[in-house]
């Protein structure tokens, strides 16, 4: 009984100590087609992660991805510039290696139309994570997702806040989620209305490519979220690695750029992940600087 006994205490102090704190990392851009294509029908979808990316990733309660490109076979193309489509058997490959969320409010996860995004969200699932982002209408799409429940509530926003091109503002079909920052602003007041230890953290898809610098109206827009409630901004779009900024006790990654993608300019290769530790007490957000060589990621320290 005695032996139980100190089993037992031993097992609740575990439990304890591994839920309170929690580790979320995110992830810049993910393409799984171009020039990443290329290298999987060559090396295969593993070929794609570094030892030391694994590393990190395998360490986190939960790992949170910008899928850049529908995962289907549906093969519908949108009239733009630059179209995407990734196979969906290469999803478990992200599962494999850490990913539980893949957010598509991004203006590439529509490539191949309305039925390709749920088709992808659907794939996504089948893979064992969870979609953020998306849904059969805009009201399913903007719903907030909650991440864990340890040590204490934390929700994930995630907008597309730029133009679709050649797709219809429709509200009431299949779309990412598009919603204003005044929307997001109403969303996060009523977490922290409903429960005020809750972490709100807002992933928007937005900005000018190729840039290092957020236009002023960005800072505008990101510091309206912050002053609502929310704890901190993981940003992308840009495909290059901008400002951080600290405000008011809280983080605004612009953008983190790229992860898995081929673009090879300097300015396109460097990036970060972002680590979110979030305690009873603290939420603290640190940088995680990598270089990306031939798609791969890798870290540079």
Same mark, same amino acid.
Not at 271 to 283: F, Q
């Given at each position: 009984?005695?032996?139980f006994?100190?089993?037992?205490?031993v097992s609740?102090?575990s439990f304890?100590s591994?839920?309170?704190q929690t580790?979320i990392?995110?992830?810049?851009?993910?393409?799984?087609?171009?020039g990443?294509?290329?290298v999987i029908?060559?090396h295969g /979808?593993?070929?794609l992660?570094? $030892? #030391? @990316?694994?590393? *990190?990733?395998s360490?986190?309660?939960v790992v949170?991805?910008?899928?850049?490109c529908?995962a289907t076979?549906?093969k519908a193309p949108?009239h733009?510039?630059?179209?995407?489509r990734?196979?969906?058997?290469?999803?478990?490959a992200?599962?494999?290696?850490?990913f539980?969320h893949l957010?598509?409010?991004?203006?590439?996860s529509?490539?191949q139309g309305?039925n390709g995004l749920?088709?992808?969200q659907r794939?996504?699932?089948?893979a064992?994570m969870?979609?953020?982002g998306s849904?059969k209408n805009m009201d399913?799409?903007a719903e907030?997702?909650?991440l864990?429940k340890h040590?204490?509530?934390?929700?994930?926003?995630?907008s597309?806040?730029?133009a679709?091109?050649?797709?219809?503002?429709l509200?009431?079909?299949?779309s990412?989620?598009?919603? /204003?920052?005044?929307a997001i602003? $109403? #969303? @996060?007041?009523k *977490?922290k209305k409903a429960?005020?230890?809750?972490v709100v953290?807002?992933?928007l898809?937005w900005?000018?490519?190729?840039?290092s610098?957020?236009?002023?109206?960005?800072r505008?827009?990101?510091?309206?979220?912050?002053?609502?409630?929310?704890?901190?901004?993981i940003?992308h779009?840009p495909?290059?690695?901008q400002?951080i900024?600290?405000?008011?006790?809280r983080d605004?990654?612009y953008s983190?750029?790229?992860?898995i993608f081929?673009?090879?300019k300097?300015?396109n290769?460097k990036?970060?992940?972002?680590?979110?530790?979030?305690?009873?007490?603290?939420?603290?957000t640190t940088p995680i600087p990598i270089?990306?060589?031939?798609?791969?990621?890798?870290?540079?320290?």
């Open positions: 009984m005695r032996a006994f100190i089993a037992l205490v609740f102090s304890t591994a839920t309170s580790s990392i995110f992830t810049g851009d993910i393409l799984l087609d171009r990443v294509r290329k029908e060559h /979808t593993n070929y992660f570094d $030892k #030391r @990316i694994d590393s *990190i990733l360490k986190a309660n949170v991805g910008n899928l850049e529908p076979s549906i949108m733009k510039r630059f179209v995407f990734g196979e969906s058997s290469w999803l478990a992200l599962k494999k290696h850490g539980t957010n598509l409010a991004n203006n590439h529509i490539d309305r749920m088709d992808t794939n996504v699932i089948k064992g969870k979609s953020v849904g399913e799409a907030p997702v909650l864990t040590p204490r509530k934390v929700w994930l926003i995630a597309l806040r730029m679709l091109e050649n797709f219809a503002y509200p009431d079909r299949p990412v989620n598009m919603e /204003t920052t005044e602003t $109403k #969303r @996060i007041r *977490i429960d005020p230890q809750a953290i807002v992933s898809h900005g000018a490519e190729h840039t610098e957020p236009v002023p109206s960005q505008l827009e990101a510091h309206r979220l912050i002053n609502a409630g929310a704890d901190a901004l940003c779009h495909h290059t690695l400002t900024e600290h405000y008011k006790g605004i990654y983190i750029g790229n992860f081929d673009q090879q300097p300015l290769s990036a970060c992940m972002v680590k979110v530790e979030v305690t009873k007490d603290h939420i603290i270089n990306i060589k031939r798609c791969v990621p890798c870290i540079t320290h």
